[in-house]
């Protein structure tokens, strides 16, 4: 099942300043999104809302034309994965952590499914064994991306994902993503990098005082 994932008109008010200032985006089956400001823009506000973690003073997020306020948040959080800049760890080793998500829907990670993810991501198999907790945070943030896709979510969801990582660790995770979106899988990242965005090759979106437009 893949659906269309869309924001519209979202508002996120904070002390009394418009965080989000009617935001609106349309995410296609399949398609990659890439949102770019400069901090402060409220980009990582509107992916946050997006994703569901925040609810917004104004306007809805749908799934599949349904507004998500209807759908089960397990069953939302499962098809729309989100993968958060600084990503916290399960207790337990790294392929612990990436077989949680897919027991807790009653299915089975194999440790050769579990050591392609991670190859996947940039990452050598040895470091399944490794207690999730203490990685570095590059290591945190591909583990997380690992993690996020054993669920074959239909729907990935990004805020700064290349953040933590050195410039060629950063281009290789924006290349899996591409090869990613190019399976049908919808990808919408958020990031500051404009290299990143561009390289991404879909959808270009610029955000600025709370409000998205299509960069051209």
């Known amino acids: 099942m893949t659906s269309t994932l869309e924001a519209r008109e979202l508002v996120v ?3 009394g300043r ?3 200032d009617r935001a609106s985006i349309l995410v296609r089956s399949g398609e990659a999104v890439a949102i770019q400001g400069p901090s402060g823009s409220g980009k990582s506000t509107f992916a946050r809302a997006l994703a569901t973690l925040l609810e917004p ?4 997020v749908l799934l599949g034309g349904r507004d998500a306020r209807q759908i089960v948040p397990t069953q939302f959080r499962t098809r729309v994965a989100f993968l958060a800049q600084q990503p916290a760890m399960f207790e337990g080793s790294v392929v612990q952590n990436l077989k949680t998500g897919p027991a807790l829907h009653g299915e089975s990670l194999s440790d050769a499914q579990a050591s ?3 190859r ?3 990452l050598d198999e040895p470091i399944l064994q490794r207690e999730a907790r203490i990685l570095s945070g590059g290591e945190k943030q ?7 896709l054993a669920n074959a979510p239909e729907v990935l969801l990004l805020d700064e994902p290349t953040a933590a990582l ?5 281009e290789r995770i924006v ?3 591409r090869e990613l979106r190019l399976r049908g899988l919808s990808i919408v990242m958020v990031t500051h990098e404009d290299a990143h965005a561009r390289a991404l090759g879909g959808t270009l979106y610029r955000c600025e005082r709370g409000r998205l437009a299509i960069d051209s």
């Not at 591909?142 to 996020?148: G, I, K, W």
């Not at 050195?166 to 950063?170: K, L, R, V």
Request: no cysteine.
């Open 175 to 177: 290349a899996l993503l």
């Open 120 to 122: 996947a991501v940039g």
């Open 18 to 20: 418009r965080i989000l």
């Open 116 to 118: 392609d993810l991670i």
């Open 57 to 60: 003073d104004g306007g809805a």
């Open 166 to 170: 050195d410039p060629e660790a950063g």
């Open 142 to 148: 591909r583990v997380a991306l690992a993690r996020a």
């Open 13 to 15: 008010v904070r002390e």
